[in-house]
């Protein structure tokens, strides 16, 4: 399937759509974030004309990837792994460990699950657990949209937070990401 951009009128519809069709307070907004150690940013002052000093950069720097959902009325537990994330990883233990108990907790009544078009997303076998376990999720999305979901902001925040701490450990970084969640 080509990728296409949506025209600026394209996305306002979209949007005008989403608000009409259900109450913001009871969308939750999920998303995966990929944070690593080292953010290669080494700045070096040197005299012009001079060669540049070779650095070591790590080939395959340390990386956790992070999952986690907000709402107006607050946000899902984090979850910190490093696996690929799979349909079947998707199904368990993300949405049976963080999202069920939190739309059980926050939502009993109605809620709406807003995600992106991942493959892992739209597999049947995501498919067939949420219909299964009764979520309601916005199965129109345009692809590619990130400007859309509002937890875009959170991860950037998070990696902007990391980067001043500057973890050195792979606990370092697990220890941010978890401080920036509970207290930012």
């Known amino acids: 399937m080509p990728k296409f951009k949506l025209s600026h009128r394209d996305n306002l519809e979209i949007i005008a759509l989403y608000r009409q069709s259900w109450p913001v307070h009871a969308i939750v907004r999920r998303r995966k974030c990929s944070v690593q150690l080292h953010n ?3 700045v070096i002052y040197r005299e012009k004309d001079s ?3 070779v650095l070591p950069k790590p080939k395959h720097p340390l990386k956790v990837h992070v999952w986690a959902g907000i709402s107006r009325r607050g946000t899902t537990r984090i979850l910190i792994f490093e696996n690929i994330m799979t349909a079947a990883f998707y199904i368990n233990p993300i949405l049976t460990s963080g999202l069920i108990p939190f739309i059980n907790r926050v939502y009993p009544s109605s809620h709406r699950l807003q995600q ?7 597999a049947n076998a995501t ?6 376990q009764n979520i309601n999720w916005w199965n129109v999305w345009p692809a590619e949209s990130p400007d859309f979901n509002p937890i875009e902001m959170v991860w950037s925040m ?3 937070r990391l980067t001043k701490k500057e973890p050195k450990t792979k606990e370092d970084l697990i220890n941010g990401i978890n401080s920036f969640w509970r207290e930012d």
Not at 127 to 132: G, L, Q, R, S
Request: avoid cysteine.
């Open 40 to 42: 290669n940013k080494i």
């Open 51 to 53: 060669v540049a000093p």
């Open 127 to 132: 498919k067939a657990f949420m219909t299964e």
């Open 116 to 122: 992106d078009n991942d493959p892992k997303h739209t």
């Open 158 to 160: 998070l990696k902007s």
